[in-house]
Every structure is written in structure tokens, then in C-alpha cells.
């Protein structure tokens, strides 16, 4: 099973270029999830997805934008980017209920310089 | 608000030796509890959970308990090994939309 997997590894961009993570599940989750890991801050929410068509902002949704047309996509889109973005950036999916977990990939760590 | 608080890492531990990391939160209603386990290069598996008060969860030799009485959910194994070196995040969802709240983090190193 692939479950989540995310592309590309690594990236560095230079400041203001612009650049889309992908994510993709094969466990028809509904729900999908990007968060961005700071060292020493855990995990914060950019953006979720309750399903194909309907998006929302989570906690740092400021410099990012998704789409979700499928269930299995749910790709992450810098428009600007900035130094501040510099992080590791986790997609997840679930089925969404409370007691149920939340299934990750691997990661991408991105730099901007 | 909804928030989590872990202690401080890393947790430097010998092999054999006794873990506790402490997880405290605060939520309301009766939040769902989860434990994941972050290794080197990879991305969050989850470790445990529990989804009511007294619920003992458990996998892998890992246990935590919720206790709402403390609003505490402790990680803890009896014999850590060297391959148990990892970040523990402790988290909580109750939104109903499964929107976790994680804690910081906590490092863990264990030592032949």
C-alpha cells in the first residue's frame, strides 16, 4: 500500500518563484490535510479538505492555496514565496471522525533563499 | 481554545530504562486522544490512542491512559530500546471535523 505520498523530497526556491507540493492518497479518504512542522513548534494547519470540491483554511493559511478535484489529489500552491515559508510541509488524510487517525507521508522539506 | 502541552525534550534515556513523557490538555466536550511517533525522515505514524476517560490505549509496549479527572494522557514503556529514538507528539481532536491539535514535540534518545 502507498497510502500518502508526497512530492517532491526536497526543494529550494529563490524568493518570490512560485511552486505546487503534491499529495495523493489511494485510501479514498475523504478528509486531506497540510500541515507545516517548524522545529520546536509541532504541527501547524495550513489548509483541509472535507471532500472533491470543498476546501478550507486552518491555522497558517496566509501565502498558500489548494484545490481538491479528486479524492486522491490534494496539491499545496505557493504563489510568492517567502523565507518565512521555509519548513516541512506534511500532507495527511483520514476519514475524518474524531477517533479516527490520521495517515501521513513522508514530507517535504523546502527552502527558501 | 483547544491546546496541548508535552514536556520539554529531548529525553535522554539509557537502553532498559523507564519512559514517561508527560501530556496535558485542554479541551472541551471529551476530545479523542492520539500519540504519534515521528522517526528520523519520515512523516507522523500514530503510536496510540484513546477515545474516552479510562480508555488505556496501547501497541508496541507503549501505553498512555486518559484521564480527564487530570486532563493528562502520559506516554509511557516499561524498557525502551535504542530503535524507540524518535519524536513523540501528543495530540487531540474534537472538532468533528478531525482537525488535530498537536503538542510541540518531544525528542527521545536512548543510548546503548
Known amino acids: 500500500n502507498a497510502g500518502v505520498t508526497q512530492t517532491p523530497k526536497f526543494r529550494i526556491l529563490k524568493i518570490g518563484q512560485s511552486m505546487t507540493l503534491q499529495c495523493a492518497q489511494d485510501m479514498n479518504h475523504n478528509y486531506m490535510y497540510w500541515y507545516r512542522q517548524d522545529p520546536g513548534m509541532g504541527l501547524k494547519l495550513i489548509y483541509y479538505s472535507v471532500g472533491a470540491g470543498i476546501t478550507d483554511k486552518g491555522e497558517v493559511p496566509n501565502g498558500y492555496n489548494v484545490s481538491r478535484s479528486t479524492t486522491e489529489d490534494f496539491p499545496l500552491r505557493l504563489e510568492l514565496a517567502a523565507p518565512s515559508q521555509t519548513s516541512v510541509y506534511f500532507c495527511?488524510?483520514?476519514?475524518?471522525?474524531?477517533?479516527?487517525?490520521?495517515?501521513f507521508g513522508d514530507g517535504t522539506r523546502l527552502s527558501i533563499l | 481554545g483547544n491546546s496541548v502541552t508535552q514536556m520539554e525534550g529531548p529525553v535522554t534515556l539509557s537502553e532498559e530504562a523507564f519512559l514517561t513523557i508527560n501530556c496535558t490538555y485542554t479541551a472541551t466536550g471529551y476530545p479523542s486522544l492520539f500519540w504519534y511517533v515521528q522517526y528520523p525522515g519520515e512523516g507522523l505514524q500514530l503510536l496510540l490512542k484513546?477515545?474516552?476517560?479510562?480508555d488505556k490505549g496501547s501497541n508496541k509496549g507503549f501505553e498512555a491512559t486518559y484521564r480527564k479527572e487530570t486532563t493528562s494522557f502520559h506516554l509511557e514503556k516499561g524498557s525502551v530500546q535504542v530503535s524507540d529514538s524518535a519524536v513523540y507528539f501528543c495530540?487531540?481532536?474534537?472538532?468533528?471535523?478531525?482537525?488535530?491539535?498537536f503538542g510541540t514535540g518531544t525528542r527521545l534518545l536512548v543510548s546503548p
Open positions: 495527511a488524510s483520514s476519514w475524518g471522525q474524531d477517533n479516527q487517525p490520521q495517515h
Open positions: 484513546a477515545t474516552k476517560a479510562d
Open positions: 495530540a487531540l481532536s474534537n472538532t468533528g471535523f478531525q482537525k488535530l491539535v
